[in-house]
């Protein structure tokens, strides 16, 4: 059960039986005053308090109803699977001409994101980390950007001298900076400004102070 409805002779009196009734808290429900509370006048014209209680739904529902809704405004006929974890949330988007969905080098994709996450952490109060894709996305990507590390620290080795790597959003070259981090060849710093921030692979030989 969702929602209820209960009465009492008192606001308060009827929000504690709804509350009762689904088993949850007052900050795990939306309280509707259905009818205020009448008292009677000499015996007659009297009436009890009425409130209709209902769950609220948790962010990662509320992030997929979102989600859905922002698509079907920009034209785009999915569905999203949504998991919820301590992480955060994940939505898979499926549907039509979704390689559109995903943008050069997935940047409609973290537009996405940001825009839900900004929707779920105005309702939530708190940010809640969110995960956008569709297609394997992001798998396909984290194997792309494995690879290029790897051949990043390949070639600094080699050549003694430091790689740059193209531009990339911060979760990329994050990615690129966890894939290194243990190799014993080489470091990684993040350089540039804006878009134009990136990851530069340095022979540990010849690698700049940490600053």
Known sequence: MS????????????????????????????????????????GLGGR??????????????????EAEQLLALIGYEAQAAVEESADGISLTFVGQEMDLLIGRDGKTLDALEFLLGLHVARRQGQWIPIVVDTQGYRARRERTLIAAAQQAADRA???????VLEPMESRDRRTVH?????DPRVTTAS???GEQRRVVVHPKESTPPVE
């Not at 504690?16 to 900050?27: F, H, K, M, P």
């Not at 080795?157 to 790689?163: D, F, H, I, L, S």
């Not at 966890?178 to 243990?182: I, P």
């Open 48 to 65: 009890e308090a009425k409130v209709r209680v209902t769950r609220k739904a948790t962010p990662g529902a509320f992030a997929q109803q």
């Open 3 to 42: 929602a209820t409805e209960h009465s009492g002779r008192t606001v308060a009196e009827a929000l504690d039986r709804a509350l009762a009734a689904l088993g949850v808290s007052r900050d795990e429900v939306e309280v509707e005053v259905i009818q205020e509370p009448r008292p009677a006048l000499l």
């Open 191 to 193: 350089e540039g400004e």
């Open 178 to 182: 966890l894939v290194l981090q243990d």
């Open 157 to 163: 080795a080699r050549e003694g001298a430091p790689v």
